[in-house]
Nanobody, 118 residues
Framework: QVRLAESGGGMVQPGGSLRLSCAPS????????LGWDRQAPGKERELVAR??????????EYHDSVAGRFTISRDFAKNVAYLQMNSLKPEDTAVYYCYAKQNWDEFWGEGTLVTVPS
């Protein structure tokens, strides 16, 4: 069982920035994939970003709605994953969940709320 602790959520005005952090209970070297999902009020949970190994460099993928505004990264020395969110919009309002995959098992954190008022 891998526990994921998110932090960094809050309220920010449209156009502002936030950085979410995710601290896993396991070494991120052991996690094949890290990422973020989100769930807006009344909507289904959706994939926001993923980062995984792809040979020499990381493979990253993003939901179309955040590509170019959000950046996922991981710091092996600090054992933390980040989601840098820029140019935030009211439609980015959601609970953001850290995601990790270890072998065939998947884990999610409890979530952190991001609010962008309209």
């Amino acid at each position: 069982q891998v526990r994921l602790a998110e932090s960094g959520g809050g309220m920010v005005q449209p156009g502002g920035s936030l950085r979410l952090s995710c601290a896993p209970s396991a070494s991120i070297h052991s996690l094949t994939t890290l990422g973020w999902d989100r769930q807006a009020p009344g909507k289904e949970r959706e994939l926001v970003a993923r980062i995984s190994d792809a040979g020499v460099k990381d493979h990253k993928e993003y939901h179309d709605s955040v590509a170019g505004r959000f950046t996922i990264s991981r710091d092996f020395a600090k054992n933390v994953a980040y989601l840098q969110m820029n140019s935030l919009k009211p439609e980015d309002t959601a609970v953001y969940y850290c995601y990790a995959k270890q072998n065939w098992d998947e884990f999610w954190g409890e979530g952190t709320l991001v609010t962008v008022p309209s």
